[in-house]
């Protein structure tokens, strides 16, 4: 006969599996009532002060942390030593050589090399504050094969560092860049920052370089780095601001550049760090037109001279107009333009302003033209002693601005004409503005 659930479910026996489950969850049960107990207990006592909400919470935060699992141990963190460069195939000498430690002091650490000459000895170094980080203060050599030695101390236990070695790339061709302005000079306001290279250099070596290298200045300055045509000497870049240096700038350049690989150029062998300062704003003024040449300096006119310049007819013999730099200075020349009937010519008071052989000079020859007529061969003519003032005048890096004649300066001028160049087309000749 059937029966229905209704019916049944009062003589069905339960599983016998199923009842410690009963059990624990009667004990529960029981357990939570306890403590619910409690807590209208404590509820109670804090009614009075206005707690109850708190007190309650207290309680069942109690309760439920009484059914978690224990607190657990935090996990070992391992104490590490690591050292850089790591062993292994040979590296390049430059990035910090370090040793470091994540627990504990250093104590003695020293990197000692060995090189393939048979020279070497320690790094000069030093600790970290914390005593946990040892770093090199020198760079390292070529061709070096460098260990560390010294103690790692953890608690009251000394422990050696391991003889970690590795060696330093010996290259088959060194390279060195050199820059055009000595370490704590003076220069003019229109001076370049020149890094030259005895090697032409690719594109890509070319980006490698310049992203090592900055200027600094005690005042804000807006400039940039163009790469300028290779010539038969190397590659060469060249720093100018937008506008004229301000006067009394401090300028610091530095280039990490020891131990980049430049690809067929080779390897480079020196870091640059060069500061200087920048003088007072002398310009000299020189128009073709007037015959005649002023000097202004800080916006006062200091001297004036009568001048002839290159012969106008001929365009081979034209001063050419443009910012010209004065680029060095000679009390005795020799001139030579064999072309035009003269060979070791001598000169006196010459104040060289472009490679393509323009001088600011005295000239007794020409005396009876300066300062009505233009006769030299691209020259500025002077007289004796207006040259020597003049000679003592100027200084490297002061700008010549040249107007009226017929020719500009160009590249074809020699190196310095960095100013004859819009400074939009200077920023596109930065190797970094490349696609």
Same mark, same amino acid.
């Given at each position: 006969?059937?029966?229905?659930?209704?019916?049944?479910?009062?003589?069905?026996?339960?599983?016998?599996?199923?009842?410690?489950?009963?059990?624990?969850?009667?004990?529960?049960?029981?357990?939570?009532?306890?403590?619910?107990?409690?807590?209208?207990?404590?509820?109670?006592?804090?009614?009075?002060?206005?707690?109850?909400?708190?007190?309650?919470?207290?309680?069942?935060?109690?309760?439920?942390?009484?059914?978690?699992?224990?607190?657990?141990?935090?996990?070992?963190?391992?104490?590490?030593?690591?050292?850089?460069?790591?062993?292994?195939?040979?590296?390049?000498?430059?990035?910090?050589?370090?040793?470091?430690?994540?627990?504990?002091?250093?104590?003695?650490?020293?990197?000692?090399?060995?090189?393939?000459?048979?020279?070497?000895?320690?790094?000069?170094?030093?600790?970290?504050?914390?005593?946990?980080?040892?770093?090199?203060?020198?760079?390292?050599?070529?061709?070096?094969?460098?260990?560390?030695?010294?103690?790692?101390?953890?608690?009251?236990?000394?422990?050696?560092?391991?003889?970690?070695?590795?060696?330093?790339?010996?290259?088959?061709?060194?390279?060195?860049?050199?820059?055009?302005?000595?370490?704590?000079?003076?220069?003019?306001?229109?001076?370049?920052?020149?890094?030259?290279?005895?090697?032409?250099?690719?594109?890509?070596?070319?980006?490698?370089?310049?992203?090592?290298?900055?200027?600094?200045?005690?005042?804000?300055?807006?400039?940039?780095?163009?790469?300028?045509?290779?010539?038969?000497?190397?590659?060469?870049?060249?720093?100018?601001?937008?506008?004229?240096?301000?006067?009394?700038?401090?300028?610091?350049?530095?280039?990490?550049?020891?131990?980049?690989?430049?690809?067929?150029?080779?390897?480079?062998?020196?870091?640059?760090?060069?500061?200087?300062?920048?003088?007072?704003?002398?310009?000299?003024?020189?128009?073709?037109?007037?015959?005649?040449?002023?000097?202004?300096?800080?916006?006062?006119?200091?001297?004036?001279?009568?001048?002839?310049?290159?012969?106008?007819?001929?365009?081979?013999?034209?001063?050419?107009?443009?910012?010209?730099?004065?680029?060095?200075?000679?009390?005795?020349?020799?001139? #030579? $333009?064999?072309?035009? =009937?003269?060979? +070791?010519?001598?000169?006196?008071? @010459?104040?060289?302003?472009?490679?393509?052989? %323009? &001088?600011?000079?005295?000239?007794?020859?020409?005396?009876?033209?300066?300062?009505? #007529? $233009?006769?030299?061969? =691209?020259?500025? +003519?002077?007289?004796?002693?207006? @040259?020597?003032?003049?000679?003592?005048?100027? %200084? &490297?890096?002061?700008?010549?601005?040249?107007?009226?004649?017929?020719?500009?300066?160009?590249?074809?001028?020699?190196?310095?004409?960095?100013?004859?160049?819009?400074?939009?087309?200077?920023?596109?000749?930065?190797?970094?503005?490349?696609?």
């Amino acid at each position: 006969m059937s029966r229905s659930w209704g019916d049944s479910r009062g003589r069905h026996t339960p599983d016998r599996r199923r009842r410690p489950v009963r059990r624990r969850t009667l004990a529960t049960l029981l357990t939570g009532l306890a403590v619910l107990a409690v807590l209208i207990a404590s509820g109670s006592m804090a009614v009075a002060d206005g707690r109850i909400g708190e007190s309650i919470a207290r309680g069942i935060s109690s309760a439920v942390d009484g059914f978690g699992p224990g607190p657990r141990a935090a996990p070992a963190v391992p104490v590490t030593r690591s050292t850089t460069p790591r062993p292994g195939p040979p590296v390049a000498p430059r990035g910090p050589a370090q040793v470091f430690v994540t627990d504990g002091t250093l104590e003695g650490v020293a990197l000692t090399g060995d090189g393939v000459d048979g020279e070497g000895g320690p790094v000069p170094g030093g600790l970290s504050p914390d005593g946990r980080t040892w770093t090199a203060t020198a760079p390292l050599d070529y061709a070096t094969t460098y260990r560390w030695s010294g103690t790692w101390v953890i608690g009251d236990e000394p422990r050696p560092l391991p003889e970690d070695a590795f060696t330093t790339v010996d290259p088959a061709t060194t390279i060195t860049g050199t820059m055009n302005i000595r370490d704590g000079g003076t220069v003019g306001v229109a001076a370049p920052v020149v890094l030259s290279f005895p090697a032409s250099l690719s594109d890509e070596a070319k980006a490698t370089v310049e992203e090592e290298l900055t200027v600094e200045t005690s005042a804000p300055v807006e400039g940039g780095w163009a790469w300028l045509p290779d010539t038969a000497e190397g590659s060469r870049v060249h720093y100018r601001p937008r506008e004229y240096w301000p006067s009394g700038t401090e300028v610091t350049v530095r280039g990490t550049l020891r131990g980049l690989d430049l690809g067929e150029a080779g390897w480079v062998t020196d870091d640059v760090d060069r500061t200087f300062s920048i003088g007072p704003t002398r310009i000299t003024r020189a128009d073709t037109q007037s015959h005649g040449i002023t000097v202004i300096e800080d916006g006062k006119e200091i001297a004036r001279y009568d001048a002839s310049y290159g012969l106008e007819s001929d365009p081979r013999r034209v001063t050419r107009s443009g910012v010209h730099v004065v680029m060095a200075k000679s009390e005795t020349v020799y001139m #030579s $333009n064999p072309d035009y =009937g003269y060979v +070791n010519e001598r000169h006196h008071w @010459a104040v060289r302003i472009s490679n393509n052989g %323009e &001088f600011i000079h005295a000239n007794p020859g020409s005396t009876y033209a300066q300062g009505n #007529s $233009n006769v030299s061969h =691209g020259c500025i +003519n002077l007289s004796t002693r207006d @040259a020597q003032e003049y000679f003592g005048l100027v %200084e &490297f890096g002061d700008p010549v601005e040249v107007v009226g004649s017929s020719q500009p300066l160009t590249e074809r001028d020699g190196d310095f004409y960095d100013w004859t160049i819009p400074w939009e087309d200077w920023l596109s000749m930065s190797a970094l503005a490349r696609p």
